[in-house]
């Protein structure tokens, strides 16, 4: 087994474009607004601190031991049980569930990049319409879209980790940095700016309630890209002599950045114009669109630098999700590079196929189960329930089944003894706990 390696601002790039994603541009604005702004985002500062970053290490660390895939890990690092732990390595097919539907997002953003200089709406409206036409009718559109992702992720992650998943990185982590910075200097000098800022830091701690807690922590996870094996098949291609406490500071600090400056953009842009803040792809394909159009032509270029700055976004995080299997398949099977990457996104691009058309009112009867359809199910099965879950097998793993001097000779060098400690307990106790509350409370089973 020979694993490539990334060079260390590779790796940190390629972690980077992983987590910075779909969910720091429409969610965390989102919840943020929904949660009583300034007081969540101090929840959230902390929880991205004390769970994110602890679980991101804990990651790190198992890649940077285990040097392999991630079923391989789980079992060649479980000091009893290496039959069943071998199972925790499922987790490597979430993200290949998830990317198909991801994979069908990134194509209305691909849609949205060409549209937004000839045909913004007019009205909010004529931007409803024109969102519901396309998710509900255009299935042609859709499909296109999604075709051209899956050969763009296919042809990245076929070419492998540095040729690959590291350049791409290199190219458009950068981008999506300068345009985010264009956006917001374009937003600072707008008066609705200090609205913007008030709103997502005065903290209204009345709106502040547990459940805000348990989705900060869920919102944490899944900005990290954590309990997948993303970050634990990325972190196999570490460098040697990787410090992983700084890595996982430096990864989680971009994210949140990325997160509030998102935040900070959107919310100006909607409050100039008295728009209203609302959910998820409403956010981004309804509200903001109409909202550009006010802007008249400066608005064509918000527009158009918006959308690409969310489809580079998406793009690195969508190869983050491909490769555990691939690497999986690659370890375990012996397969080429090109035939795993091929098998892999064949499965993501016929699931995708399916989910796209459970939005299709022609079709959506026969592909509705109860009161979702399967696109909502996809997500609301792989994101809120089995991602945490994945979370507490690796805080499980971690915590009480891997070599502990093992895990100590890796980390005190690098935390120093109290923090370690301080980690270690959270990872054992805390974690595991903190995110069976996030099942619960996602499933319905139990409101917090
Ligand atoms: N972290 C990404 C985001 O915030 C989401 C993601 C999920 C990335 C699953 C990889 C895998 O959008
Ligand atoms: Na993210």
């Not at 009205?123 to 409803?128: D, G, L, P």
């Not at 995110?435 to 917090?448: D, M, S, W």
Request: charged share 15%; with cysteine.
């Amino acid at each position: 087994m020979s694993i490539t390696r990334f060079s260390r601002l590779g790796f940190i790039l390629a972690a980077v474009g992983s987590a910075v994603g779909l969910g720091n541009i429409w969610k965390f604005p989102y919840v943020t607004g929904e949660y009583g702004g300034g007081a969540f985002v101090l929840v959230y500062l902390i929880t991205a601190l004390f769970i994110g970053i602890f679980v991101l290490i804990a990651e790190l660390l198992i890649g940077k031991i285990g040097q392999s895939d991630a079923v391989s890990m789980f079992e060649k690092l479980a000091v009893k049980n290496k039959k069943r732990w071998k199972f925790a390595g499922f987790i490597v097919v979430l993200p290949l569930i998830i990317l198909s539907y991801y994979s069908v997002v990134i194509g209305w953003i691909f849609h949205y990049i060409a549209i937004s200089f000839e045909k913004l709406p007019t009205t909010v409206k004529e931007s409803t319409d024109n969102f519901m036409n396309l998710l509900t009718t255009d299935y042609q559109t859709q499909l296109f879209y999604h075709t051209l992702v899956f050969i763009l992720v296919t042809a990245i992650v076929l070419k492998g980790i540095k040729e690959g998943i590291e350049k791409i990185n290199k190219v458009l982590m950068p981008l999506l940095g300068i345009i985010l910075v264009i956006l917001f200097i374009y937003s600072i000098n707008i008066s609705a700016f200090s609205k913007a800022v008030h709103f997502m830091f005065d903290p209204d701690f009345s709106k502040l309630t547990s459940t805000a807690v348990v989705v900060a922590i869920g919102q944490a996870f899944y900005t990290l890209s954590l309990g997948m094996g993303i970050i634990i098949t990325y972190a196999a291609s570490l460098p040697k002599h990787t410090n992983i406490v700084k890595s996982s500071v430096l990864i989680a600090i971009i994210d949140t950045i990325v997160a509030v400056v998102a935040g900070l953009i959107i919310f100006t842009l909607l409050f100039d114009k008295g728009a209203e803040s609302t959910k998820g792809a409403g956010l981004v394909f309804i509200s903001l669109p109409s909202v550009f159009y006010e802007f008249g032509s400066a608005g064509k270029f918000l527009a158009l630098l918006f959308f690409i700055a969310i489809a580079f976004a998406g793009i690195t995080s969508a190869i983050s999700m491909m490769e555990p299997t691939v690497l999986y398949l690659i370890e375990r099977y012996k397969m080429t590079r090109a035939k795993a990457a091929l098998i892999c996104s064949a499965f993501f691009y016929l699931l995708g196929i399916v989910t796209l058309f459970s939005n299709i009112t022609d079709y959506a009867p026969s592909l509705q189960v109860g009161d979702k359809s399967f696109f909502d199910w996809v997500d609301f099965v792989c994101s809120t329930i089995l991602v945490p879950f994945g979370g507490i097998l690796v805080a499980i793993f971690v915590g009480y089944n891997m070599d502990r001097e093992k895990i100590k000779e890796e980390l005190i060098p690098v935390m120093g003894k109290s923090l370690f400690k301080i980690w270690f307990f959270m990872i054992r106790y805390i974690i595991p706990v903190a995110l069976v509350a996030v099942i619960l409370n996602e499933t319905g089973l139990f409101k917090f």
